[in-house]
Each structure stands twice: as C-alpha cells, then as structure tokens.
C-alpha cells in the first residue's frame, strides 16, 4: 500500500509545488510506493514562474502541476502532512503525522530577478535535502 504524503501551505504556488515535484522525482528515482500531494487553505491558481524555473534547472518539470485547494487532495488518507508555510497563517489539517517545515515564501522576496531566483533555490534545495532525508528515515530509501 502506498504511502501518502501531502505537502501544504496557504498560496499552493511556490513551496508546496516545488517540493510536490521534489518527491514525486525522488520516489521514482528510489522506486518508492509514495503518493504525492500538494494543496493550499487560499490557492493562488497558478504555479510560480519561478518556482517553474529553479525546477527546471535540475531537470524536474512543473509546470503541468496546478494550484489546488485542501478539499481536492485525500486528506482523511495522509499518513503524513507537511506544512511550509512560516509568515502565513498556515492551514490546520487533523489527519495524518504532521511534520512542521516552516520555510520562508521566496514569492515574497523583493529584489531584481537573481535574488528571487537565489530565494527559490536555497527552498528548493533545503526540500530537497529534507525530503531524501524524510524518504532515507520512514522508507528506508
């Protein structure tokens, strides 16, 4: 039986996103039996650009995901629940093993185009490194 995993946030366009992509990539690279969600308590309704960008650049495309909300993901099914949000008022979801990864929005960075794109991969790459460690840990992996 699969295990099943959701990663949430309030906007579902940037953390949630990436780290949805992050762990479906991984899981098929270590043939794992994960399915993978991510949803938002407000989604924004469109996948960061950015967020699109700093994926591609290590070969994981994104860009068919969409921005859902928590009503369109199994969530009486999780077996674990991973929050993002830091500023934001993050959404409260009563199932599954909540794990609290409270990440800063690189959405909300201001600055020219380098140091958004440097805000999204330092997220991006702290996911990554979390979520192979989460994988190594429960899975085995």
Request: hydrophobic share 40%.
């Amino acid at each position: 039986m699969a295990l099943k995993i959701a990663f949430v946030c309030v906007g579902n366009s940037a953390r949630s996103q990436i780290a949805e992509g992050l762990a479906k990539a991984l899981a098929s690279q270590l043939n794992l039996d994960v399915e993978v969600y991510s949803a938002g308590s407000h989604p924004v309704g469109y996948i960061h650009p950015l967020a699109i960008r700093v994926m591609r650049e290590i070969g994981i495309d994104i860009s068919n995901q969409r921005s859902k909300h928590l009503r369109e993901i199994p969530l009486k099914e999780l077996d674990y629940v991973f929050v993002l949000c830091k500023e934001q008022e993050c959404p409260y979801i009563p199932y599954g093993k909540l794990i609290d990864w409270k990440l800063p929005d690189p959405s909300a960075v201001n600055g020219n185009i380098e140091e958004k794109l440097e805000a999204f991969r330092k997220v991006r790459d702290l996911l990554k490194e979390r979520i192979e460690n989460f994988f190594r840990k429960e899975l085995g992996a």
